[in-house]
């Protein structure tokens, strides 16, 4: 078990972290993201309600 620690902490030593800008930029890039698919997925649902009341 203490093996394996060690090693975690060997390997943890040669992660490269992301800077705060590159995170700042990510997140940016997932919001705007996830508001567009809303967006998209929210004007398909009412085209379909609309499709779906029309011809029932």
Known sequence: M???F???VEE???VTWPTAKQNRHDTAIV???SILFA????L???LFTNV???VM
Request: charge should be positive.
């Open 2 to 4: 203490v093996k394996f």
């Open 6 to 8: 060690k090693s975690v």
């Open 12 to 14: 943890m030593k040669l």
């Open 31 to 33: 919001i705007v993201s």
């Open 39 to 42: 967006a998209y997925l929210g």
């Open 44 to 46: 398909l649902d009412l």
């Open 52 to 54: 779906t009341q029309i």
